[in-house]
């Protein structure tokens, strides 16, 4: 694990290219600052900024968000997003971004209620979702749409934190809501059988229920910008 953690860190380093700030600086921060972000399989209560990269698990199978380069063979044809049952997996990355056209920047701490889009690390893409039907349940689709500099409503997502808490952290049961069409992001236990075998459906669901509860997990969390 600590070895998978200092590979990640490194590619980080290496390549993400966040909107504002640099991240060689952050970086730095991260490094000489255990207290202030670090693995998530080693802490809890670590608070969730703009430029954090991380997993998050669906509390109740425990499977991670994950997506790859393997396109839905059917509603919308765009990259397709499942849960993973593995922790090991670097398909499972996503990249914590602010809505455009606010001043949200890097390090920034994120309260309840807030637009906030995921960026799939690997390829770039965005947490996307639409009226197409999902594969196995028929829900509302979610998939990975765009990249850098294309992203629309489509990737909106408002953070919703369960319970008392204001500010995204950790160790907090979450819900994302789907700006455009209302659904919460949801999976379940029905799998699929074929191109991604043994991975779960995820999808929308225009209703609160216990499966579409989600937590940060693994990842790399950035110091809260105190300017």
């Given amino acids: ?3 998978a953690f200092f590979g ?4 980080l380093f290496l390549n993400l290219d966040l909107e504002q700030g ?3 600086s952050a970086f730095a921060s991260f490094s000489s600052s255990s207290s202030s972000s670090s693995s998530s399989s080693s802490s809890e209560g670590l608070e969730i900024t703009y430029g954090t990269v991380l997993k998050l698990m669906h509390e109740r199978t425990k499977f991670r968000l994950h997506s790859h380069e393997v396109p839905y063979g059917s509603g919308s044809g765009q990259q ?3 849960g993973f049952p593995n922790v090991d997996d670097s398909n499972s990355y996503w990249i914590v971004r602010p809505q455009p056209g606010t001043d949200a920047k890097q390090g920034d701490a994120i309260k309840t209620g807030t637009i906030i889009r995921l960026q799939h690390m690997r390829t770039r893409k965005w947490l996307h979702s639409h009226l197409h039907s999902s594969p196995i349940s028929g829900n509302l689709e979610v998939s990975c749409f765009g ?5 629309d409503t489509g990737d909106y997502w408002r953070l919703l934190i369960e319970g008392s808490g204001k500010t995204w952290k950790q160790d907090q049961r979450i ?3 789907h700006v455009d069409t209302g659904g919460y992001l949801h999976s379940h236990d029905k799998k699929y059988q074929r191109i991604a075998g043994g991975q779960q459906e995820v999808c929308g669901i225009r209703e609160k229920r216990a499966d ?3 937590l940060a997990a ?3 969390y950035l110091p809260v910008n105190q300017s």
């Fill in 1 to 3: 694990m600590a070895l």
């Fill in 8 to 11: 990640l860190s490194i590619f």
């Fill in 22 to 24: 640099s991240f060689s």
């Fill in 80 to 82: 397709s997003v499942t």
């Fill in 147 to 151: 990249g850098e500099t294309d992203s």
């Fill in 175 to 177: 819900r994302l809501q």
């Fill in 212 to 214: 579409n509860v989600w």
């Fill in 218 to 220: 693994e990842g790399v």
